[in-house]
């Protein structure tokens, strides 16, 4: 089931093919549980699991309200927003 946020954003966004989040790397932490991919700009970031929770942070400071895992074999969306897994 669809909310607002989600239903104008695409399924993907472009990216460059990484398997890291870049903030923790910026960091200097190598650690991250899962990422997540912001279907506004593309930015990928870890998982509220992860100790620095980048994804959670990006929303906070961009206000891009939908992310989508970037976990192979994954392909649900967070709408921060609304609080709600579409």
């Known amino acids: ?3 607002e946020h989600t239903e104008t954003l695409p ?7 990484t398997d ?8 200097g ?3 991250w549980v899962h990422l997540r ?3 506004t700009c593309g930015h990928i970031a870890c998982c ?3 100790p620095r929770k980048h994804a959670t942070a990006h929303y906070q400071h961009s ?3 939908v992310m989508r895992s970037y976990e192979p074999g994954e ?3 967070w709408c921060y927003v609304d609080n709600r897994i579409v």
């Not at 399924?11 to 093919?17: G, I, K, N």
């Not at 890291?20 to 960091?27: G, I, K, Q, S, T």
């Open 75 to 77: 392909n649900w969306r």
């Open 37 to 39: 991919m912001c279907l």
């Open 48 to 50: 509220d699991s992860s």
């Open 11 to 17: 399924a993907d966004v472009a990216v460059d093919a």
């Open 63 to 65: 206000e891009h309200p």
């Open 29 to 31: 932490n190598r650690f």
């Open 1 to 3: 089931m669809a909310c």
């Open 20 to 27: 890291e989040c870049r903030d923790c790397v910026a960091e």
